[in-house]
Structure formats: structure tokens, C-alpha cells
């Protein structure tokens, strides 16, 4: 088992509806980042958390450290939102990824 | 301003060969990272450099892998005696603090080994 799951894997959503893309963990961390690479391959770092929420525009990102989990939420989904959505772990200096959401918006 | 800079772009040599990836990061960023990304495959953290501290080079996935960071800026990534399994893209990143800053990704250099 992955010590950093991700799910769903694939998710296909028509613009305007609230995505959620899910990462649980099984290993002490420090911080979680949400990172989002785009089809040309390019890499954004979106958020990184060690505990609450934090908003940045129609992005949210949430994390419970008791329940080792995080999610990221998109409001009013765009086509330009496609991309894949990484989560990535702080375990002790130690970066540990999922494996990827691959996120498909249409018009 | 700048971002992360990587050359080449791409590189494509033989197996067997020598190859040396290079990585400029953000002036003043102390933290250095270097990742692979294998086709279809998810990131692999590779070492990170974290001011003048001796880098930890347990995640280097054999001993034909070397890094150095010169002057705390510019950081080069070596792949000795090439083997098509190396073929990934090799990404940088960079960041003022260490891993739980906000990182700063380089365009990656995509490695072809025939």
C-alpha cells in the first residue's frame, strides 16, 4: 500500500461544478503540498498545509492532521483547471507523492 | 523575475554514456531539489540541498547518480554509465525555506537514453 493515496485517479467534470480530490496518508508528516502539473508537464505549487485550511481564489485546501487526510476543492470549475493534481508529503526530509488525480473540466 | 532554470531541455545519448543535468535556481532560494518522473509514472524525490548542509543522497536511485551544488546556486545532477532505465524527466525545484516552504519548479529536462 502507498504510504500517500490519492483518489479519485481519473475525474471528469462539466465547468461550473465543485471538484474534490482526496489524499490520505500513513506516515507522520511535517507539511502537505498540493502541486498541479499541466498537460505540457509544467509544475505549480498550489498550497502547502501543516494544519487548517487555506484559500486561494477558487482553490481550497484542507487538512486534518488527526485523520491524516487532505483534500483540495475547486468552486465554479474552467476548462483551463484540467491538469493533474498532486499530493505530496514532508516525511521526515523525506518528499512522498500520490500518484496523481488527472482532472478533465468540459465546456 | 527569473524562475528555475534547467539545460538542456532535452538530451537524448547512449547507453553507457556520461550526462550532466544542470539546474539554476531563484536567487536567494536556499533549498534545492532534484525529481524524476518516469513516462506515466509519479514523482520520485531524488536529494535536496538545504543551504551549506551535506545533502542526504539516500533517495539517489544507484551509485552511477551524483549531485553537487556549487556556491549555494547552480546544481548539477551526474548519471554515470547511462541505462535506458534512466529515461524520466528530471526535474528542479527551489525554495527559500526547506521542504515545508513553498516550492518552485523548474521545466524539467527530458532524458532519452537509447
Known amino acids: 500500500k502507498n504510504e500517500v493515496e490519492q483518489s479519485p485517479q481519473n475525474l471528469t467534470a462539466q465547468e461550473g461544478e465543485f471538484i474534490t480530490i482526496n489524499c490520505s496518508y500513513s506516515?507522520?508528516?511535517?507539511?502537505l503540498h498540493w502541486l498541479q502539473q499541466h498537460p505540457g508537464g509544467g509544475i505549480v505549487s498550489l498550497f502547502m498545509?501543516?494544519?487548517g485550511k487555506k484559500k486561494h481564489g477558487r482553490l481550497i485546501a484542507t487538512i486534518n492532521i488527526q485523520e491524516k487526510h487532505s483534500s483540495l476543492h475547486i468552486t465554479a470549475s474552467h476548462p483551463r483547471d484540467s491538469a493533474v493534481y498532486i499530493c505530496a508529503v514532508n516525511h521526515n526530509n523525506d518528499m512522498r507523492f500520490g500518484a496523481g488525480t488527472r482532472l478533465t473540466v468540459k465546456p | 523575475g527569473a524562475g528555475v532554470s534547467q539545460s538542456p531541455s532535452n538530451k537524448v545519448t547512449e547507453k553507457g554514456k556520461d550526462v550532466e543535468l544542470r539546474c539554476d535556481p531563484i536567487?536567494?532560494?536556499?533549498?534545492l531539489y532534484w525529481y524524476r518522473q518516469s513516462l506515466g509514472q509519479g514523482l520520485e524525490f531524488l536529494i535536496y540541498?538545504?543551504?551549506?548542509?551535506?545533502?542526504?543522497k539516500s533517495g539517489l536511485p544507484s551509485d552511477r547518480f551524483s549531485a553537487e551544488r556549487t556556491g549555494g546556486s547552480v546544481s548539477t545532477l551526474t548519471i554515470q554509465r547511462t541505462q535506458q532505465e534512466d529515461s524520466a524527466v528530471y526535474l528542479c525545484a527551489s525554495s527559500f525555506g526547506g521542504l515545508d516552504d513553498e516550492q518552485f519548479f523548474g521545466p524539467g529536462t527530458r532524458l532519452t537514453v537509447l
Open positions: 498545509l501543516s494544519s
Open positions: 540541498f538545504q543551504g551549506n548542509s551535506a545533502p542526504d
Open positions: 506516515v507522520g508528516i511535517s507539511a
Open positions: 536567487s536567494g532560494h536556499t533549498a
